[in-house]
C-alpha cells in the first residue's frame, strides 16, 4: 500500500510542450506539497495545498499550476515546459496542526524525473 | 540558501565509525526534521525536534537543536553500508512550510 503515489515516475518531452504529473496520497492527511529537486539536490517547495485550498504559493512561474479535485490529490500542471523546467518533481502529504503548522513529519512520494529536450 | 545550508556536502566514512552531520538555519523554527533520501527514491522522515527541544534520540540516531546558534547536528553511531545516503535537514515554520537545502551525502564503506 504505497502512502504517497506520484505518476509518472519518468516524463521526457520537448520544450513548449504542456505536462501534468499527478499525485495521490491514501494517509487522510490535510495538506499536500509540490517540491522540485535540481540537479544539486537542492530541494525547493513549489506549492501546498490545506483542505482543497491553496495556502502557500512560493516564487515559481505562473506555467506551473498545482490542481486538487479533492483532499487526496494534488495535479502538476506545466505549461510550455522550458529546459530549465527538467528536475525531479516530489509530492508530500503531512498532517498540520490546528495552526497549519508542519508539526508532523512528511511523507514523500517517489519523485517523477523530468527531463525536457 | 536564504534557508540555511546543511554541513559537510560529502561526508565518508568507514562501517562502525560515527558520522556527524549539521544543519544550520537563518529564520525563526517550529521544529526542525531530518530526513534521509536513498538514491532515485524520495526522502524519508527519521527525526523531528521541537524548538523547545534540545536533544533527541531514536534508535542510532541522535539529534541536537541549538536555537541560540539556529544550528542543529545529526549524529548516526556505529555507521554500516546501508546508511548510506543523502540526509536533508527541514527547517519547520511556524507557516507550515519546510525548507531544504541540498543535503549532505553520506558514504559508509564496508
Known amino acids: 500500500d504505497t502512502a504517497v503515489s506520484q505518476t509518472p515516475k519518468y516524463l521526457v518531452t520537448q520544450m513548449g510542450n504542456d505536462k501534468s504529473i499527478k499525485c495521490e496520497q491514501n494517509l487522510g492527511h490535510d495538506t499536500m506539497y509540490w517540491y522540485k529537486q535540481d540537479s544539486k539536490k537542492f530541494l525547493k517547495i513549489m506549492f501546498s495545498y490545506n483542505n482543497k485550498e491553496l495556502i502557500i504559493n512560493e516564487t515559481v512561474p505562473n506555467r506551473f499550476s498545482p490542481k486538487s479535485p479533492d483532499k487526496a490529490h494534488l495535479n502538476l500542471h506545466i505549461n510550455s515546459l522550458e529546459l530549465g523546467d527538467s528536475a525531479v518533481y516530489f509530492c508530500a502529504s503531512s498532517q498540520a496542526n490546528n495552526w497549519g503548522a508542519a508539526d508532523y513529519g512528511y511523507t514523500f512520494g517517489s519523485g517523477t524525473r523530468l527531463t525536457v529536450v | ?110
Open chain 2, 1 to 110: 540558501s536564504q534557508q540555511g545550508e546543511e554541513d559537510p556536502q560529502a561526508l565518508s566514512i568507514q562501517e562502525g565509525e560515527n558520522a556527524t552531520m549539521n544543519c544550520s538555519y537563518k529564520t525563526s523554527i517550529n521544529n526542525l526534521q531530518w530526513y534521509r533520501q536513498n538514491s532515485g527514491r524520495g526522502l524519508v522522515h527519521l527525526i523531528l525536534i521541537r524548538s523547545n527541544e534540545r536533544e533527541k534520540h531514536s534508535g542510532r540516531l541522535r539529534v541536537t537543536l541549538d536555537t541560540s546558534k539556529k544550528s542543529s547536528s545529526l549524529l548516526i553511531t556505529a555507521s554500516r553500508a546501508a546508511d548510506t545516503a543523502s540526509y536533508f535537514c527541514g527547517r519547520g515554520s511556524t507557516l507550515g512550510r519546510l525548507y531544504f537545502g541540498r543535503g549532505t551525502q553520506l558514504t559508509v564503506w564496508p
